[in-house]
C-alpha cells in the first residue's frame, strides 16, 4: 500500500520559507508524478505544483516564483518551497501521487499537516 | 484557468436517498474529470476518475458521468459513511483545479 507523511514546521514567521518534506513507502518516487496541493478555509483546495523523478516540474501561476520543488530519489522524498509567506499562506498542505502518465488523477495522498503563518 | 462549479454547495438527505452533484467547468475538458471524497478531519479520497472510473475499492453505489462541460456524481442508497464533502477536479490543463465542494449532511 502507497503512504505518503508530510514533515516540517507547523509555524512560520511572514516574510520567512515554509519548507515541506513528503516521504513515501510502497512506491518508487521514480514512477509517476508528485504533488503539492493545499487546502484552507478562504481558498478550498489549491494545486500548487507537481515534480517528476527527471526533475519537470509544473508550479500553479498564482504563486509566482514564490515556489519550488525537489526531489531526492535516494530517500523516496520530494519536498516544497515556499518563500516570503504571509498569513494568505496558512493552510493545510497534503502531498499525493499524481498517476502521470496511465491516469491523471491523485490516487494516494498524505494526511496533510497545519502549516500557520504567523509572528 | 479553468473554473469549476459545483451545486449545490450542500444539501440534506436522508439515509437509502438517491443524491446528485453537479459540476460544471468554464471550457471543454473532454472527460479529465475527477471526483474526491473528503471527511472531516482526513485527506481527500479519490472515488472517480476520467468522468466514469470507479476507483478501485469505492462501492459501486457511486457513479459519474458528463463530459466536455458537464459532470455528475451519483451517490445512490445514501449509507452513513456518505456524508461528507465531495469535490469534482480537472486535470485537463495546468493549473489542475477543484470545485469549491459539496457539503452532504444528514436530514
Known amino acids: 500500500q502507497v503512504q505518503l507523511q508530510e514533515s516540517g514546521p507547523g509555524l512560520v514567521k511572514p516574510s520567512e520559507t515554509l519548507s515541506l518534506t513528503c516521504t513515501v513507502s510502497?512506491?518508487?518516487?521514480?514512477?509517476?508524478?508528485w504533488t503539492w496541493i493545499r487546502q484552507s478555509a478562504g481558498k478550498g483546495l489549491e494545486w500548487i505544483g507537481r515534480?517528476?523523478?527527471?526533475?519537470?516540474?509544473q508550479y500553479n501561476p498564482s504563486l509566482g516564483s514564490r515556489v519550488s520543488m525537489s526531489i531526492d530519489t535516494s530517500k523516496n522524498q520530494f519536498s516544497l518551497r515556499l518563500t516570503s509567506v504571509t498569513a494568505a499562506d496558512t493552510a493545510v498542505y497534503y502531498c499525493a501521487r499524481d498517476r502521470i502518465p496511465d491516469g491523471y488523477y491523485f490516487d494516494f495522498w498524505g494526511q496533510g499537516t497545519l502549516v500557520t503563518v504567523s509572528s | 484557468d479553468i473554473q469549476m462549479t459545483q451545486s449545490p454547495p450542500s444539501l440534506s438527505s436522508s439515509i437509502g436517498d438517491s443524491v446528485t452533484i453537479t459540476c460544471r467547468a468554464s471550457q471543454s475538458i473532454t472527460t479529465f474529470l475527477n471526483w474526491y471524497q473528503q471527511k472531516l478531519g482526513n485527506a481527500p479520497k479519490l472515488l472517480i476518475f476520467?468522468?466514469?472510473t470507479l476507483q478501485s475499492g469505492v462501492p459501486s453505489r457511486f457513479s459519474g458521468s458528463g463530459s466536455g462541460t458537464d459532470f455528475t456524481l451519483t451517490i445512490s442508497n445514501l449509507q452513513p459513511e456518505d456524508f461528507a464533502t465531495y469535490y469534482c477536479q480537472q486535470s485537463y490543463s495546468s493549473p489542475l483545479t477543484f470545485g469549491g465542494g459539496t457539503k452532504v449532511e444528514i436530514k
Open positions: 515534480i517528476h523523478r527527471s526533475g519537470h516540474t
Open positions: 510502497g512506491d518508487s518516487i521514480q514512477t509517476y508524478y
Open positions: 476520467g468522468a466514469s
